[in-house]
């Protein structure tokens, strides 16, 4: 799982000192992209799924378009997983 920590590492060093033509600033910087990028990736997902293709790639799509998204919008991933550890029963 280190690999999604480090997708938010780079997020928040993005968000802290951005880089100028980066795709991960972009879309820290424009919520309506962010957002945009998040539903499609996830409607690209269940078509692949559906299809049985391409569906580790999308996947990746998914997880990393939303992490951008949540981290745009500050709500912090250590949050989401506090909020999952509550609900196992």
């Known amino acids: 799982m280190n690999i999604f920590e480090d997708l938010i590492k780079l997020a928040r060093e993005r968000k802290d000192k951005p880089i100028e033509g ?5 879309l820290l910087s424009d919520k309506l992209l962010s ?8 409607n690209e997902l269940i078509e692949a799924v559906e299809k049985d293709t391409n569906k580790i790639h999308e996947a990746a799509d998914v997880f990393y378009h939303l992490a951008i998204y949540l981290e745009a919008n ?3 991933i250590e ?11």
């Not at 957002?35 to 499609?40: A, D, M, R, S």
């Open 74 to 76: 500050n709500i912090k």
């Open 35 to 42: 957002k945009e990028k998040v539903l499609e990736e996830i």
């Open 79 to 89: 949050e989401v997983m506090n909020e999952l550890s509550k609900r196992k029963k």
């Open 22 to 26: 980066s795709y991960t600033n972009k």
